[in-house]
């Protein structure tokens, strides 16, 4: 199966289908073929570099998912860039990709990169080459096989963006087992939460664009509006939800945010963070009759390689939830400081081999050659992920970096989040070191309380301690406690610890 190819019949046989949609404005597979096609003609027509890469900047609309696809139909891989993303950052991301066009999908001030060598196209010249320039576009352009399909830049631990190159056969590969692996069927409504700019949107967007799906889009403005984000969720016959867990929880402090609200849903799948038995019991609960998958996988190894059922079953015998199995074209090894594996139980590095693993980082040799290598024939990973195997069940275990060493003590700010949520005072926390003189201070703790009596925090955060004192030692104990009806969250769905920890510090 060919995604392009795949997305060409949809159009010929089914060309009034609605493909995307958001609140303002939604596009037909019919449309969607068409105008993509004069837009990969205008870019065969006016590019002078091959395969070089193409900016997508704007924010989840109809104009994008065109631009992805006549980019790629002239040869050429897209970045999706989201209007959340700082000017500054941007300006990065032109300068590590090299990139030959920037098509804006809608208005921005482009006098920020008049300096930069880039082909700048606004939205109104690309809705005149998108309704009428000439269609002369050629299959044999197309990205395939080897050839890089999209580039998403992540944070690198130097500062500076990263781009991570997944090419048509990693993509083809992803695809395929989300067909053949889970409840995906042929014309169901997708939810599409994640900005183009996160990899998480891969999850449902080709899914649902090569099975005749529609991608109904969550906008920046629906998740600032509570009110409104959940009129229009009730009104979208969602079937198929993907989301970050982040997202899922802030929608469960909805009453209302149930089957009635969604009677269609039939499957729930979840990545980009731990999701927690907590969060997946109360959708069972709200939702019966829908079944809810937990994945795992990095950006570099294209969106997810295991997954897992969580049932009522799965629920009994587990407090922290597993990733499940590794999709069957995929090895993942757990492995010591050495590259030697690791029997079951051992907690070590997961380190991914197979077809979805990235070609590296664009004009990184050297980060690409620290993360990336090749294990008998096939390219590898190292996550820094840690991570065991038990049972045939794959378990994460959090960041390798992600432990914090206070006065002397070393320990997993995870394992520390684990506990205090299971507080039948807490909905949901999250803990960040303080620092004082380059040195962790003391860690904080930000928490959504439940529902209790208690007339005065301190009487709630001596009760939440005294049951944290059963289950950590005094050192593991944050030493403040604050209290917000919501934790914020980044433009992905994440939570911001970021945004937390400046708050500490200011």
């Not at 992600?402 to 039948?424: C, D």
């Not at 807490?426 to 960040?432: E, H, M």
Request: glycine share 6%.
């Amino acid at each position: 199966m060919n995604l392009i190819k795949s997305m060409e019949q949809l159009a010929a046989n089914d060309p009034n289908r609605v493909s995307f949609k958001n609140r303002d404005d939604s596009i037909t597979y019919g449309d969607l073929w068409s105008q993509s096609n004069r837009l990969a003609s205008y870019i065969e027509n006016n590019s002078e570099k091959q395969h070089s890469p193409i900016i997508v900047y704007g924010h989840m609309a109809p104009e994008m998912v065109v631009s992805f696809l006549g980019s790629v139909k002239a040869g050429h891989p897209y970045i999706p860039v989201d209007v959340s993303i700082p000017i500054d950052r941007i300006k990065r991301i032109i300068e590590s990709s090299k990139a030959e066009f920037f098509f804006a999908t809608e208005e921005m001030d482009v006098s920020h990169f008049e300096n930069y060598p880039i082909k700048m196209v606004q939205s109104e010249e690309l809705y005149h080459i998108r309704s009428s320039h000439e269609d002369v576009a050629s299959e044999e352009k197309w990205v395939k096989e080897e050839d890089t399909f999209y580039i998403i830049y992540t944070s690198g631990s130097t500062g500076n963006p990263k781009g991570v190159q997944i090419t048509a056969n990693n993509l083809q590969s992803y695809v395929s087992w989300m067909l053949s692996d889970f409840p995906i069927e042929k014309q169901q409504i997708f939810l599409n939460q994640a900005p183009f700019s996160f990899d998480l949107s891969v999850m449902d967007l080709y899914p649902s664009l090569c099975t005749g799906g529609t991608l109904f889009a969550i906008t920046k403005d629906m998740i600032a509006n509570p009110k409104m984000l959940f009129a229009e969720l009730s009104e979208s016959n969602i079937q198929v939800w993907t989301s970050t867990p982040s997202f899922a929880q802030m929608c469960l402090m909805e009453p209302s945010f149930s089957k009635e609200m969604l009677p269609n849903l039939e499957v729930f799948l979840f990545c980009g963070e731990v999701l927690s038995a907590d969060v997946a019991r109360q959708l069972k609960e709200r939702f019966p009759g829908a079944r809810v998958f937990n994945l795992y996988g990095p950006t570099e190894a294209t969106v997810a390689i295991t997954m897992v059922e969580v049932t009522n079953e799965l629920l009994a015998a587990h407090s922290i939830l597993p990733i499940g199995y590794c999709k069957d074209d995929t090895q993942l090894l757990i492995v010591d400081e050495n590259g030697n594996q690791l029997p079951d139980g051992e907690k070590g590095e997961m380190i991914i081999v197979g077809p979805s693993v990235s070609k590296g980082y664009l004009g990184e040799k050297e980060l690409t050659d620290k993360s990336f290598f090749v294990k008998d024939g096939e390219r590898a990973y190292r996550t820094g992920d840690a991570g065991y195997r038990k049972n045939g069940l794959l378990y994460y275990q959090g960041r390798l970096d992600f432990q914090v060493k206070v006065h002397g003590y070393r320990m997993e700010l995870e394992e520390i989040e684990y506990n205090i949520a299971k507080s039948q005072y807490v909905d949901a926390c999250v803990v960040v070191p303080v620092y004082k003189d380059g040195k962790i201070d003391y860690l904080s703790a930000f928490i959504v309380p439940a529902k209790h009596s208690f007339e005065k925090q301190y009487q709630l955060t001596g009760a939440i301690k005294k049951e944290l004192s059963e289950l950590l030692p005094s050192y593991m104990i944050p030493r403040k406690f604050s209290y917000t009806e919501t934790l914020p969250m980044t433009p992905n769905g994440k939570v911001d610890r970021k945004r937390l920890s400046a708050e500490v510090m200011a």
